[in-house]
T-cell receptor, first 109, second 116 residues
């Protein structure tokens, strides 16, 4: 079966750095997405990785290792507004998105 | 960037009635739109893929007669929850993709449906 694993919840301190991991087992791979979702709102797109390596976008970076079926989202200089759920999703060989359950990130002052 | 507009954002309806949710791509054409359902503290569950000009493709376990999808044009897809029951109460979200995958999938703002 297809499976996306990510931690259920993480806690970090304002101003610090946090890494949210995602491992996947899917039938084929056509890219991995990270989305941010605040409570009661729809997800917003953060990043897309299809090749191995690190993609940096401001305070957020996303890393992919296809051989290991692994990705992480790195958030730097954490702000209180970064408190949200972070969803990992993989596009399989049929171009279907397989979603992880999301990681709830709690930022403390 | 791509914008997807979804209406209504919240709706309360009585059991047995039907509710229509609209999803529009505002500045791009979307031949395919996706409808998701999300339960509290759970991830997104794909319900169906809406294809312009053809029938929607429903995921296993989703009742096509209950969740009617119409993709009337390249910019509009609708989801109608027919004969709604309290267990249909949920957060419904649509999404579409403009162009290449690295632009990501853009989501509508979601519809919070409460059936009383």
């Amino acid at each position: 079966g297809q499976n996306i694993d990510q931690p259920t919840e993480m806690t970090a301190t304002e101003g610090a750095i946090v890494q949210i991991n995602c491992t996947y087992q899917t039938s084929g791979f056509n890219g991995l997405f990270w989305y941010q979702q605040h409570a009661g709102e729809a997800p917003t797109f953060l990043s897309y990785n299809v090749l191995d390596g690190l993609e940096e976008k401001g305070r957020f970076s996303s890393f992919l290792s296809r051989s290991k079926g692994y990705s992480y989202l790195l958030l730097k200089e954490l702000q209180m507004k970064d408190s949200a759920s972070y969803l990992c999703a993989v596009m399989d060989s049929n171009y279907q998105l397989i979603w992880g359950a999301g990681t709830k990130l709690i930022i403390k002052p | 960037g791509a914008v997807v507009s979804q209406h209504p954002s919240r709706v309360i309806c009585k059991s047995g009635t039907s509710v229509k949710i609209e999803c529009r791509s505002l500045d791009f054409q979307a031949t395919t739109m996706f409808w998701y359902r999300q339960f509290p503290k759970k991830s997104l569950m794909l319900m169906a893929t809406s294809n312009e000009g053809s029938k929607a493709t429903y995921e296993q376990g989703v009742e096509k007669d209950k969740f009617l999808i119409n993709h009337a044009s390249l910019t509009l897809s609708t989801l109608t929850v027919t004969s709604a029951h309290p267990e249909d109460s949920s957060f419904y979200i649509c999404s579409a993709r403009e162009g290449q995958a690295d632009y990501g999938y853009t989501f509508g703002s979601g519809t919070r449906l409460t059936v009383v």
